[in-house]
């Protein structure tokens, strides 16, 4: 969920009042005109008798011009699929055989593209269905448990800049660098904990001068506690240049582990979801710190969290679902129970991400935690059941 786009995809950048999330929305309105030419000259009256005594025109004459008429234009075949073992059949499917992933972001304005981190290889990829895949940036990264390369967030200005910062492992830590092309991955922000896992965390641009970034507990629930350790934590970076940078600010501690962000782009409100040893949950970042809105007792594992359409969505690993909650306003506080809209269709899932048409994108994790078929791990464009009102 951010800012800027590669070239060949529409920008996505987030806006709200307040100084919050920022996005750019660009709608397309195509107009249909149908324009009636009137030709009008000389009235010759007796030409008019002459042919009103001839009697009405003659059958042959009608099938003389049926046959001067142009045959109809045959219909354009469809494009078939190209061969080979990475075409799922499945129409919503737009990537496929990928590594491990982790983040996910669109790649248009439709959700027919999609932009996908390959945790275990270190690469950004953009692909829609068929593809082909282009890879815009490739990182370094420790893979080993559950680090490696854990999300990404293009430049506000990345048309000009073509920046990208990445939240990734590497030997030592986990960190925040800066990617520019032909360049080596420069250090932004350094120090995070690294552990056998507990490593997942998450990233977005809340304006242009703004990066939060959320950390996991690295297996550390104390770390997490901890106000000097930057485990666990949402973050507001403001140095987004390389070198020594100032320690960022703690917006919120004692986050558990695969943190997800899920910004609104309706309400402004910061909603996240992690794991702790007792429960799954979701929670909002208030001006007075985490107020938990729901928890999942039973721990289904949510690895990503999305804001579309008035719902809050969540996606699970060990459970395979996605499940919503409705997102909670000054007229409608209260949060009704979970509902499943989709239930063992994929596999488990892992990051997602709405657009503003109410279409998610969500990415598997089979290679990982379940079981993959022959085309994972895949991304898939998906529109919630109950988000089929029309939004033009």
Same mark, same amino acid.
């Given at each position: 969920?951010?800012?800027?786009?590669? !070239?060949?995809?529409?920008?996505?950048?987030?806006?709200?009042?307040?100084?919050?999330?920022?996005?750019?929305?660009?709608?397309? #309105? #195509?107009?249909?005109?149908?324009?009636?030419?009137?030709?009008?000259?000389?009235?010759?009256? &007796?030409?008019?008798?002459?042919?009103?005594?001839?009697?009405?025109?003659?059958?042959?004459?009608?099938?003389?011009?049926?046959?001067?008429? $142009?045959?109809?234009? $045959?219909?354009?075949?469809?494009?078939?699929?190209?061969?080979?073992?990475?075409?799922?059949?499945?129409?919503?499917?737009?990537?496929?055989?990928?590594?491990?992933?982790?983040?996910?972001?669109?790649?248009?304005?439709?959700?027919?593209?999609?932009?996908?981190? @390959?945790?275990?290889?270190?690469?950004?990829?953009?692909?829609?269905?068929?593809?082909?895949? +282009? #890879?815009?940036?490739?990182?370094?990264?420790?893979?080993?448990?559950?680090?490696?390369?854990?999300?990404?967030?293009?430049? $506000?200005?990345?048309?000009?800049?073509?920046?990208?910062?990445?939240?990734? !492992?590497?030997?030592?830590?986990?960190?925040?660098?800066?990617?520019?092309?032909?360049?080596?991955?420069?250090?932004?922000?350094?120090?995070?904990?690294?552990?056998?896992?507990?490593?997942?965390?998450?990233?977005?641009?809340?304006?242009?001068?703004?990066?939060?970034?959320?950390?996991?507990?690295?297996?550390?629930? &104390?770390?997490?506690?901890?106000?000097?350790?930057?485990?666990?934590?949402?973050?507001?970076?403001?140095?987004?240049?390389?070198?020594?940078?100032? +320690?960022?600010?703690?917006?919120?501690?004692?986050?558990?582990?695969?943190?997800?962000?899920?910004?609104?782009?309706?309400?402004?409100?910061?909603?996240?979801?992690?794991?702790?040893?007792?429960?799954?949950?979701?929670?909002?970042?208030?001006?007075?710190?985490?107020?938990?809105?729901?928890?999942?007792?039973?721990?289904?594992?949510?690895?990503?969290?999305?804001?579309?359409?008035?719902?809050?969505?969540?996606?699970?690993?060990?459970?395979?679902?996605?499940?919503?909650?409705?997102?909670? !306003?000054?007229?409608?506080?209260?949060?009704?129970?979970?509902?499943?809209?989709? @239930?063992?269709?994929?596999?488990?899932?892992?990051?997602?991400?709405?657009?503003?048409?109410?279409?998610?994108?969500?990415?598997?994790?089979?290679?990982?935690?379940?079981?993959?078929? &022959?085309?994972?791990?895949? #991304?898939?464009?998906?529109?919630?059941?109950?988000?089929? @009102?029309?939004?033009?």
């Amino acid at each position: 969920m951010r800012k800027g786009w590669p !070239t060949g995809m529409r920008g996505r950048k987030r806006s709200a009042s307040g100084g919050r999330t920022y996005r750019v929305r660009v709608g397309a #309105v #195509v107009a249909i005109l149908s324009v009636l030419t009137m030709i009008s000259g000389c009235a010759d009256f &007796s030409a008019q008798d002459r042919e009103k005594d001839a009697g009405t025109f003659s059958a042959n004459n009608e099938s003389q011009q049926k046959k001067q008429a $142009p045959p109809p234009t $045959p219909a354009e075949p469809p494009i078939p699929p190209p061969p080979g073992p990475c075409v799922d059949p499945d129409p919503a499917v737009i990537a496929t055989c990928l590594a491990s992933t982790a983040g996910v972001m669109p790649g248009d304005d439709k959700g027919d593209a999609t932009v996908v981190a @390959e945790r275990t290889t270190g690469k950004i990829i953009t692909t829609k269905r068929y593809g082909p895949q +282009r #890879v815009l940036a490739t990182v370094p990264v420790d893979a080993s448990g559950d680090g490696g390369l854990i999300d990404f967030a293009f430049s $506000p200005t990345y048309a000009q800049d073509r920046l990208i910062y990445a939240l990734i !492992t590497t030997a030592s830590d986990n960190r925040v660098v800066r990617i520019a092309p032909g360049d080596v991955p420069k250090p932004i922000l350094t120090g995070i904990p690294k552990g056998t896992n507990g490593n997942m965390g998450a990233m977005y641009f809340r304006n242009p001068a703004e990066l939060i970034v959320a950390t996991g507990d690295a297996g550390d629930p &104390s770390a997490a506690a901890s106000p000097s350790s930057l485990a666990g934590k949402i973050l507001s970076v403001t140095a987004l240049g390389s070198g020594a940078n100032p +320690r960022p600010r703690t917006l919120a501690s004692g986050l558990g582990s695969n943190v997800s962000l899920c910004p609104s782009t309706t309400s402004g409100s910061l909603y996240f979801a992690d794991q702790t040893a007792a429960e799954d949950r979701v929670q909002v970042l208030e001006s007075s710190g985490p107020k938990v809105l729901w928890t999942w007792p039973d721990r289904p594992q949510i690895a990503g969290c999305a804001v579309t359409s008035g719902a809050i969505f969540v996606s699970t690993t060990r459970t395979q679902h996605i499940e919503a909650i409705n997102e909670p !306003t000054r007229q409608k506080p209260a949060i009704t129970p979970p509902v499943v809209v989709l @239930e063992k269709r994929y596999g488990a899932l892992g990051r997602m991400v709405a657009l503003q048409n109410g279409i998610l994108q969500f990415a598997t994790v089979n290679k990982q935690y379940g079981k993959p078929v &022959s085309t994972d791990d895949r #991304v898939v464009k998906w529109l919630p059941p109950s988000s089929t @009102e029309d939004r033009t």
